[in-house]
C-alpha cells in the first residue's frame, strides 16, 4: 500500500472489425477497437487514472467492478460521457491485491455494449502479494471467459436487435452465446511449461454460468476480494457473471507434449470447449503455493448497526415483466439504501429464480446461504449468486467515500431491465 503517484491511461471507444472465427470479420465495439480491452496492470495504494475517449455514436459510462472507487469516477449508470467527449476516472485503489475487471456500465445497455465488447482485465497488485512465492510473470496469466453467439458472416447476434419471434423470451432470462472465448478467442490454446501457473478468470459473461474443471486438482487461491486465507484444492469452480477465482494450476503433474483441456460441465449444449493448454517445454519452478496466503478479517455481524432486505424477484413493470428489487425497477434518483460510512450492515438477498447480485463500492463477506454458514474461512467478495428461491446473508463495511452507488444483478439483461438499486453512503 501506499507506493503514491499516479498512473495513467487512455481508453478509447471505438468501433472496429477484429477476427475472432477463422477468416471471418467481426465488427466490434472496444476499448481501443480491441475486444477484450487492453489488461490494465495497477499498484494498491497508487492512483490510476483513466482518460475515457468516446469515439461511439453513443452515450457510454465505465466502471470498474470490484474497485473501492470514490462515487464521481465509479460509473454510476447515469453518469454518461456523451459521443465526442471523454473524461477521467481516477481509482485510488486504496485496497488489496486483487483481478478486477472494467466494463461499460450504461443504464439500460449494459448487456449489449458488454456484449459487442466492451469489457477487459484490470489486476491489482500489492507488496504482501509479491512477497508469496506463487507463479507470477509470464506464469501469471489473466483470461476473460465469456459467451457471445454469431451469424454465419460472423457478425455478433444479439437478440434484441434482431426482433425475431422469441427474442423477449431469450432476452427474459439473460443473453446466452453458443461459442465460449476466452481473451476473445474460441477455444485457443495457451503453451505452457511443466511449471506451476496463476490462471485469473474473470466471468465476464452477460448471463452464463460456468462449472470450470480440467479433470485434474485445481488449487484456488484467490477470489473476487483478493487472496483467500488459505489455497483451497478443487475439482471445479463455479463461476458466476461478474465473479473471479485465482486458480493455481501445476502442469508438472503432465507430460511435455501432453495437452490438458479446461471445460465447462454447466449448462447444456456444445457449450462445453473453453481453452486448451499444450505443455510443450520443461522449466525451472520455483514457484509454490504457501499453506497461508493472507490475513482475512473475519467482519462481525453482530456489530452490525443495520439489517436490510433485498428481494430480488420478477414483477409487473410498464405493463410487462420485468426484474425488480424489493418490488421497484430502477430509478436512478430513489435511494433504496442509506448506510453511514464506518457502519457494518447485514444484507439479506432473496431471490425467486437465480441472480448473481453485485455490490459497488465495498467487498463483503457471505455469513450464510440459506441459514448455513459456508465452509471454510470468510472470504471477500463483491459478486455472489444466488441460486432459485435463496436467501443470502452477506456483511460488509461501507469505508472511505460517501456518495451514490448501486447493487444490481450482474446477469446483464436482469440489469438492463431494471433490477439494480442505488444506495447512498451518507
Ligand atoms: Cu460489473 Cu455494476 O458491475
Ligand atoms: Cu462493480
Ligand atoms: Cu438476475
Known amino acids: 500500500r501506499g507506493t503514491g503517484g499516479t498512473d495513467f491511461y487512455e481508453l478509447t471507444e471505438r468501433a472496429a472489425e477484429v477476427e475472432v472465427l477463422p477468416g471471418l470479420r467481426t465488427p466490434i465495439q472496444g476499448y481501443g477497437g480491441t475486444f477484450p480491452g487492453p489488461t490494465i496492470q495497477a499498484r494498491s495504494g497508487r492512483r490510476t487514472a483513466v482518460k475515457l475517449i468516446n469515439q461511439l455514436g453513443e452515450p457510454t459510462v465505465l466502471h470498474l467492478h470490484g474497485g473501492h472507487t470514490p462515487p464521481e469516477s465509479d460509473g454510476f449508470p447515469t453518469d454518461l460521457v456523451a459521443p465526442g467527449a471523454s473524461r477521467e476516472y481516477v481509482f485510488p485503489l486504496e485496497q488489496r491485491a486483487a483481478t478486477l475487471w472494467y466494463h461499460d456500465h450504461t443504464m439500460d445497455y449494459t448487456g449489449p455494449r458488454v456484449w459487442r465488447g466492451l469489457a477487459g482485465m484490470f489486476v491489482v497488485r500489492d507488496a504482501e502479494e509479491e512477497a508469496l512465492p506463487l507463479p507470477s510473470g509470464e506464469r501469471d496469466v489473466p483470461l476473460l471467459i465469456c459467451d457471445r453467439s454469431f451469424a454465419a458472416d460472423g457478425t455478433l447476434l444479439y437478440p434484441a436487435l434482431g426482433g425475431r419471434p422469441g427474442v423477449r423470451e431469450a432476452y427474459m432470462g439473460g443473453v446466452l452465446g453458443d461459442v465460449i472465448l476466452v481473451n476473445g478467442a474460441p477455444w485457443p490454446e495457451l503453451r505452457v511449461a511443466n511449471a506451476r501457473y496463476r490462471l485469473r478468470l474473470c466471468n465476464a459473461s452477460n448471463a452464463r454460468v460456468y462449472e470450470l474443471a480440467t479433470g485434474g486438482p485445481m488449487v484456488r487461491v484467490g477470489g473476487d476480494g483478493g487472496l483467500l486465507a488459505a489455497p483451497r484444492t478443487v475439482e471445479r469452480l463455479r463461476l458466476a457473471p461478474g465473479e473471479r477465482a485465482d486458480v493455481v494450476i501445476d502442469f508438472s503433474a503432465y507430460r511435455v507434449g501432453q495437452r490438458v483441456e479446461l471445460r465447462n460441465l454447466a449448462g447444456e449444449g456444445a457449450q462445453g470447449r473453453v481453452m486448451r493448454f499444450a505443455i510443450d517445454r520443461p522449466e ?51 435511494m433504496e439504501a442509506r448506510p453511514r460510512l464506518g457502519d457494518i450492515e447485514v444484507w439479506r438477498l432473496t431471490s425467486d429464480v437465480a441472480h448473481p447480485v453485485h455490490v459497488h463500492l465495498d467487498h463483503f463477506q ?61
Open 284 to 334: 525451472r519452478d520455483d514457484s509454490a503455493v504457501p499453506p497461508r496466503l493472507s490475513a482475512v478479517e473475519p467482519l462481525d455481524p453482530s456489530r452490525a448497526k443495520v439489517t436490510r432486505d433485498f428481494a430480488f424477484t420478477s414483477g409487473s413493470m410498464h405493463g410487462g415483466v420485468g426484474w425488480l428489487i424489493n418490488g421497484r425497477p430502477f430509478d436512478s434518483e430513489r
Open 366 to 426: 457471505v455469513l450464510s446461504v440459506n441459514g448455513e454458514r459456508p465452509s471454510g474461512p470468510p472470504e471477500w467478495k463483491d459478486t455472489v449468486e444466488l441460486r432459485d428461491a435463496q436467501t443470502v446473508e452477506i456483511v460488509t463495511r461501507f469505508t472511505d467515500y460517501r456518495g451514490r452507488y448501486v447493487l444490481h444483478c450482474h446477469n446483464l439483461e436482469h440489469e438492463d431491465m431494471a433490477m439494480m438499486a442505488a444506495f447512498e453512503v451518507v
